[in-house]
């Protein structure tokens, strides 16, 4: 639900109106902090500025979206996603084996090294989780993937998002509609 406001005129465009809770295309921003099973912090934004993303636009994990929906500014969330709703689960046909020479030969490779490489479907992160003499082994899961997240959510700002903000290319399979 939309809360109109006076609808005043700014050089350039129409004021954002403000939106009474976070729903498909409304702009929020959050501070958050997440954290695993055992209580270690994984990533915050509270030493930083808060993170501010469109909703409904596949910006997010599936579960953080669907956890804020409804939500306003000024409340606080807690929640726990398990893996399907967040990363996904680990996947083993994501890791593989392959030659030292498939890598620059000035890059220094360690386990826990992430890298970007670049495939037929566009650019991939990946880990170097083992090193075995020549065989290297990389992991392109996504780290958190297999694992539970719990989120704490505070809403600072809800808005609506003006039409610079929507992406223009929405068609069929874009994940919006």
Do not use: W
Not at 81 to 98: F, H, Q, T
Request: proline share 8%.
């Amino acid at each position: 639900m939309t809360i109109q406001t006076t609808h005043s005129l700014l050089k350039g465009g129409v004021v954002p109106l403000l939106m009474a809770n976070i729903e498909k295309d409304a702009i929020a921003t959050v501070h958050y902090t997440g954290t695993l099973p055992d209580g270690e912090v994984f990533d915050s934004s509270r030493d930083g500025e808060p993170m501010t993303f469109l909703v409904g636009h596949r910006r997010m994990i599936p579960g953080f979206e669907e956890e804020l929906m409804g939500a306003e500014a000024g409340e606080t969330r807690e929640f726990t996603l398990p893996p399907e709703r967040a990363y996904g689960e680990r996947d083993d046909a994501a890791i593989m084996k392959v030659k030292r020479d498939q890598f620059p030969p000035d890059v220094d490779l360690k386990p826990g090294l992430m890298m970007m490489t670049q495939t037929d479907q566009g650019p991939m992160p990946l880990t170097i989780s083992e090193i075995n003499g020549d065989e290297i082994t990389i992991d392109f899961n996504h780290q958190m993937a297999g694992k539970t997240l719990t989120f704490n959510v505070e809403i600072m700002d809800v808005r609506e998002a003006t039409p610079e903000e929507l992406p223009d290319n929405c068609g069929p399979g874009c994940g919006c509609d």
